[in-house]
């Protein structure tokens, strides 16, 4: 039986290079005041010995953990893995934020935080204890839930807040979901759209409200009246049935629609198809998020670009060069964009545009 190979470890590094491993540590964690030649030297035996930095080595500085630690809701996660819909949120977010934090030599955990838990703090702190990150990411609705950040404000660990302008600690970050809104508005209104219906969000998220008033005033600008053209629904499908169908009881119905997830705009697509509407000759349809499932649908759905990825990565890497941001002009906003395909046309028109 071949004899198991034996890892090598900081202490083998350290031996061959003749150092202390406080060295290599510092070495490794790209430490000041180390010598140029000690440095080279402790490098020529790692890359000699084919050495691997693990996170327990690299924590030997006493100061750095060398983790971001990103937390998203527990239900609506689960909810969204069981459906099997296509969502790829948390995709995105490990894509955005793993790819950034290996640039830095950084790992990203990721976990799931009931933020509706009477005991959240509990939870969040044997989380903390037990990874000990040298930051946090929160997202909807943990990033507006005082509990939540006070909680990390207390305790002085860096955090960035996805969705979420309120004032106080850590890092306020949007996707531009107000700006994102308007543009899909405008191309709408271009399209010779004036009755456009709108299908909010749930209200327990900030950015649910800035997309309507995105929406709002895109419509003001171009002297259009909103009136009755919103509809409320929760992000999920079912809801998004309810709202099509309050939209379209409507005595001047819309001619266009603007749905804020891409769950709500199926459920839309689904009930227009339904009631014998045509998208996009009869109703034109836009989606929030851009996740796969648009481009599987008949027709493929238009859709704003959410810049999951992109914002992510921007938040690591404030986290490992600016700490709490404290100097930084907030909030940080990443700009989404809006691609076109075949759910949309001119008001009356006889196909995409």
């Known amino acids: 039986m071949a004899r198991r190979r034996q890892a090598v470890t900081i202490k083998h590094v350290a031996a061959d290079a003749g150092v202390s491993l406080q060295t290599v540590s510092r070495v490794i964690n790209n430490e000041p005041n180390v010598r140029p030649s000690m440095k080279e030297r402790v490098q020529a035996s790692i890359d000699k010995l084919g050495y691997v930095p693990s996170i327990a080595a690299q924590r030997m500085s006493g100061s750095r953990s060398y983790l971001i630690l990103a937390i998203n809701d527990r239900e609506r996660t689960i909810a969204d893995w069981k459906s099997r819909q296509g969502t790829d949120w948390v995709d995105q977010m490990l894509f955005g934020g793993m790819l950034k934090c290996a640039e830095y030599g950084y790992r990203m955990i990721f976990e799931l935080v009931d933020t509706h838990n009477d ?52 890092i306020a970050m949007t996707m531009d979901d107000e700006g994102s809104a308007r543009r899909a ?133 404030l986290l490992i060069t600016m700490g709490d941001g404290a100097n930084l002009p907030q909030p940080v906003v990443t700009e989404g964009g809006l691609v076109l395909r075949g759910s949309t046309a001119s008001c009356g028109g006889n196909g995409p545009d």
């Open 119 to 170: 005991h959240v703090e509990r939870e969040l702190g044997a989380t903390l204890a037990a990874l000990q990150p040298d930051g946090v990411i929160l997202t909807p609705p943990h990033s507006e839930n005082p509990l939540i950040t006070g909680f990390l404000s207390k305790r002085k660990i860096p955090f960035a807040r996805i969705g979420s302008i309120t004032p106080g600690a850590g």
């Open 185 to 317: 508005t405008d191309h709408l209104i271009a399209l010779g759209h004036q009755r456009i219906g709108f299908i909010s969000g749930s209200e327990e998220y900030d950015l649910s409200t800035w997309r309507i008033d995105g929406w709002r005033e895109a419509m003001a600008a171009a002297g259009l009246q909103t009136g009755d053209l919103l509809a409320r629904g929760d992000f999920g499908y079912e809801s998004g049935i309810a709202a099509t169908h309050a939209l379209l009881a409507l005595k001047d119905r819309p001619t266009a629609i603007i749905a804020s997830s891409d769950q709500m705009a199926l459920a839309a697509l689904d009930t227009l198809t339904k009631r014998g509407l045509n998208v996009p000759q009869d109703v034109s349809l836009i989606s929030f998020d851009n996740t796969p499932v648009v481009r599987f649908t008949e027709p493929q759905l238009t859709a704003v670009d959410q810049p999951i990825a992109a914002t992510f990565s921007k938040a690591v890497e």
